[in-house]
């Protein structure tokens, strides 16, 4: 299929320009120059997975083929890939959307340079809709400067409520092993190192991202973009420290789980082993007198039976006076 048109590529959901004052400017969807002429900056949004957003890409932007890869690529991880005329910035977003779970992190791709912005999508992200709804209220970025840092801020700003959650559920399965409730505790100590690892995978490496964009010199990234792009980094930095004292916690309360098994199971096996030594003796002692030969003594004494009870209770009753003695338990 070729793209004669942004109108006729379907694969396009969103096509605006900015003007200097943060104002929407309407494209011409029919001309098929429309997103390589006029004023002010250039934002295409479009579908990752549509068959003819590659095409377009290839045809009409000038990327070269990793970069289109890498907005096209079904599995990414947090990255940036610096050019000469721009930068390609790979981030992970939140899954806030219904009966979604946030860790299942959505990939968000832009590529950013003075004069446009192409970002790409496999699933709705929320710090897309933000921008465009700030653009149409006449208040969205002026720059590409300002596009980077507002759309950084709202996605590491909704990470923040999620993290907190995951540490208060650590918090919570404390104080229930401090009850000694192990069943309950395991269960959702699974859960929690689960969710920490997935974050920890996509969040640590958006704190290199970000200190690399802090270090790349841009005539469109201002001093001003600069130190928003600090805030956001120190604020993926105490995400990350947080992850890490969660991901130590729950392996603490994992090492006070095995160890209450521990000794649980060894003190059953302890009272098992006391009880097989006591009755040992009294097993040999029953299986002597139980043989069947002559010589048996009491054979013909009809209380001979409750003697030799009444004997095996007070061999019993030492051995346990022993045991206590020696407070083997």
């Known amino acids: 299929m070729k793209v004669n048109t942004l109108e006729n590529h379907e694969g396009l959901l969103y096509a605006k320009r900015i003007s200097p004052e943060g104002c929407q400017i309407d494209l011409d969807l029919d001309d098929p120059k429309a997103h390589k002429s006029g004023s002010g900056l250039l934002w295409l949004h479009m579908c990752a997975i549509h068959p003819g957003t590659r095409e377009f890409l290839n045809n009409e932007t000038g990327l070269d083929e990793i970069v289109v890869n890498a907005l096209l690529a079904e599995e990414t991880r947090p990255r940036i890939l610096i050019r000469k005329e721009g930068i390609m910035v790979i981030v992970r977003a939140m899954n806030l959307h219904k009966n979604e779970t946030p860790e299942d992190m959505i990939s968000l791709r832009m590529w950013i340079d003075s004069k446009r912005i192409i970002t790409t999508r496999r699933r709705d992200i929320m710090a897309i809709e933000d921008i465009q709804s700030a653009i149409e209220q006449d208040n969205g970025p002026k720059t590409a400067g300002e596009f980077l840092t507002m759309i950084t801020n709202r996605v590491y700003a909704r990470m923040e409520p999620?993290?907190?959650?995951?540490?208060?559920?650590?918090?919570?399965?404390?104080?229930?092993?401090?009850?000694?409730?192990?069943?309950?505790?395991?269960?959702?100590?699974?859960?929690i190192r689960i969710r920490t690892a997935v974050f920890r995978r996509y969040i640590i490496p958006q704190s290199n991202v970000l200190e690399a964009l802090i270090k790349v010199k841009f005539s469109w990234l201002s001093e001003e973009n600069i130190e928003h792009l600090v805030e956001s980094h120190d604020r993926v930095t105490r995400y990350v420290e947080t992850l890490n004292d969660i991901r130590d916690r729950a392996q603490i309360i994992n090492d006070e789980i095995t160890k209450l098994n521990d000794a649980k199971l060894n003190a059953m096996t302890y009272m098992f082993s006391v009880a097989a030594t006591i009755f040992l003796p009294l097993t040999f002692i029953t299986g002597l007198m139980g043989i069947n030969i002559g010589g048996m003594p009491g054979v013909d004494r009809s209380e001979a039976f409750w003697i030799f009870t009444l004997a095996c209770i007070v061999i019993a009753a030492l051995q346990i006076m022993i045991f206590k003695k020696f407070k083997w338990f």
């Open 162 to 191: 999620h993290i907190e959650d995951l540490e208060d559920c650590v918090s919570r399965v404390e104080e229930s092993l401090a009850l000694h409730d192990v069943d309950n505790v395991s269960e959702k100590i699974g859960h």
